[in-house]
């Protein structure tokens, strides 16, 4: 079946400049997690939506990053006035509502501020 | 907060030979580690995951172990091919409600010479 699918697979854009990357989960699962990871790094969560609704977003970097959900399904994460230190791959990952039930990813989006 | 720690950061080993990675969290409520292996450019792929109610867990070629009371689990490889190169994470994750935060490992690149 279809797994996660995230857009673009590349950005890259100048100093400044806002980006909007895109997340569409797996069907059915109403999880989704956004995280962050920098080059030879882990993984750094971001935000975690619950359905619609974010109960959890304090793994955003600053206020220039945002994200909403909608319909219950796709995801975008803004980041405004981009910076160089924002260069990183964005990882999004879905799972089945309830406890400790596995986090499936996406392949990302590598973001390269120039 | 969680904090985990892995360790090595880089193996090499030898096709049929057994590779070992392990890992330490630090907060005792703590309940489910799963492994995610990633290749490059791709997203990491859960491999397979354990429940603190669990001491081991095999697939296979693929095994978890879990001392719950040192807190450090470990991944074991045995006869390992080339395709088994790439890199790993573990993760730990303390919430018992349908939120599942998962904190990563600085990750182990392993590779397997044929």
């Known amino acids: 079946g279809a797994g996660v699918s995230q857009s673009p697979s590349n950005k890259v854009t100048e100093k400044g400049k806002d980006v909007e990357l895109r997340c569409d989960p797996i069907?059915?699962?109403?999880?989704l997690y956004w995280y962050r990871q920098s080059l030879g790094q882990g993984l750094e969560f971001l935000i975690y939506?619950?359905?619609?609704?974010?109960?959890?977003k304090s793994g955003l970097p600053s206020d220039r990053f945002s994200a909403e959900r909608t319909g219950g399904s796709v995801s975008t994460l803004t980041i405004q006035r981009t910076q160089q230190e924002d260069s990183a791959v964005y990882l999004c990952?879905?799972?089945?509502?309830?406890?400790?039930?596995?986090?499936?990813f996406g392949d990302g989006t590598r973001l390269s501020i120039l | 907060g969680e904090n985990v720690e892995q360790h090595p950061s880089t193996l090499s080993v030898q096709e049929g030979d057994s590779a070992v990675i392990k890992c330490t969290y630090s907060?005792?409520?703590?309940?489910?580690f799963p492994w995610y292996k990633q290749e490059l450019g791709k997203g990491p792929q859960l491999i397979i995951d354990?429940?603190?109610?669990?001491g081991e867990k095999k697939d296979q070629r693929i095994a978890v172990t879990l001392n719950k009371t040192a807190k450090h689990f470990s991944l074991h490889i045995t006869e390992t091919q080339p395709e088994d190169s790439a890199v790993y994470f573990c993760?730990?994750?303390?919430?018992?409600?349908?939120?599942?935060?998962?904190?990563f490992g600085t990750g182990t690149r392993l590779l397997v010479s044929p």
């Open positions: 990952a879905s799972s089945q509502q309830g406890a400790n039930q596995p986090q499936h």
């Open positions: 069907s059915g699962h109403t999880a």
């Open positions: 939506f619950q359905g619609n609704s974010a109960p959890d």
């Open positions: 907060d005792s409520a703590s309940n489910y």
């Open positions: 354990i429940r603190s109610n669990v």
């Open positions: 993760a730990a994750s303390d919430r018992n409600t349908g939120f599942q935060k998962l904190v």
